[in-house]
């Protein structure tokens, strides 16, 4: 329960669905999509980041093909350049990451309109330079949703089990404009939000109160 062995072409998604149900997660990006092993390999920027450091921290270990078509594990010296510099040292077969615990957490959309803006984003760096708690993991992008415009969209993921201090928090990003579509809810699947969700889809998720 502190690691997983993942083959080199799994997806980001499927990583986090297999995990949920044992209440555990790892450090990945905001669109499921998106192959795993690259993603840590370069870097690996995640809304998990403060309380479990980058992607590229999370690597443990790898088998990989080296440029002399041989099957090995990754010396240190390998594993010290896969920590963030991509997979430019050989195919990755399979990686081994770190897992923690996380049974519970809060995640979800905020939503703005687009025309509070400047407002927004003004009060949103004056709040983050007194108060960012390492728990909270916050992804902001401006998207056109059928019936809503164009709005601000605000990733918002609360990685502690202190639950309380996260609705505290989530408070404050509320309070920075007026709310025109709110699906943050606690959860036991650590499914991540991403942007590129329809609003048929964000509008049934925040019918139902979870992702």
């Known amino acids: 329960r502190k690691s997983a062995r993942i083959g080199g072409g799994t997806i980001s ?40 450091g980058l992607g590229c921290d999370q690597i443990l270990g790898a088998r990989i093909v080296n440029s002399e078509g041989e099957i090995i594990d990754a010396d240190e010296e390998t594993l010290w ?41 003004i009060d949103y760096s004056r709040l983050l330079q ?39 928090f989530l408070e404050k990003i509320r309070s920075l404009g007026t709310v025109v579509m709110d699906t943050v809810s606690e959860s036991k699947r650590i499914l991540f939000p991403t942007f590129l969700r329809s609003h048929t889809s964000l509008a049934k998720n925040e019918e139902r109160g979870s992702y």
């Open 130 to 168: 007194t108060d960012f708690p390492d728990a909270y993991g916050g992804l902001m992008g401006l998207l056109a949703i059928p019936n809503l415009g164009t709005v601000i969209m605000m990733m918002f993921t609360w990685s502690s089990t202190d639950l309380d201090s996260g609705r505290s």
């Open 13 to 52: 998604g499927n990583l986090t669905k297999f995990l949920a149900p044992h209440g555990l997660v790892a450090v990945q990006g905001g669109c499921s999509s998106v192959g795993y092993t690259n993603w840590a390999a370069c870097g690996g920027y995640s809304s998990l980041n403060g309380s479990f």
């Open 81 to 121: 350049g896969l920590r963030g510099g991509g997979c430019n040292f050989g195919v990755v077969l399979s990686m081994d990451v770190k897992v923690y615990e996380l049974p519970r957490m809060l995640v979800g959309l905020v939503i703005f309109p687009v025309a509070e803006a400047k407002k927004i984003l």
